[in-house]
């Protein structure tokens, strides 16, 4: 799939407004402590956050062409860390 530079050119503006909400009001102890958080935030973000444009999937299903929709999930587990701030149900297929 090919999104032209105008579709697409709001995505890193996107994912700095979402991690400033995330982050709001959660105090960060130290730069360790950032760095082991947005290694938590990154894996929410582009493969567990659904986006209103991609029909609800998230951004690393339709990179791989995954259609969550195609077969039933064999199992859901839930993530949620950041205290409660990063939520979400994973489907494995």
Not at 28 to 45: G, K, M, N, T
Not at 73 to 85: M, S
Request: glycine share 4%; net charge positive.
């Amino acid at each position: 799939m090919y999104f032209a530079m105008e579709e697409n050119a709001c995505a890193p503006i996107n994912l700095l407004i979402t991690l400033k909400e995330c982050l709001r009001g959660m105090l960060i102890q130290d730069a360790v402590h950032l760095d082991r958080s947005l290694l938590e935030f990154r894996p929410w973000y582009n493969c567990m956050r659904p986006y209103q444009h991609l029909a609800g999937r998230p951004s690393a299903q339709v990179w791989h062409g995954i259609d969550p929709y195609h077969q039933v999930p064999k199992r859901a587990l839930w993530f949620e860390t950041w205290e409660g701030r990063l939520r979400s149900w994973v489907l494995l297929q």
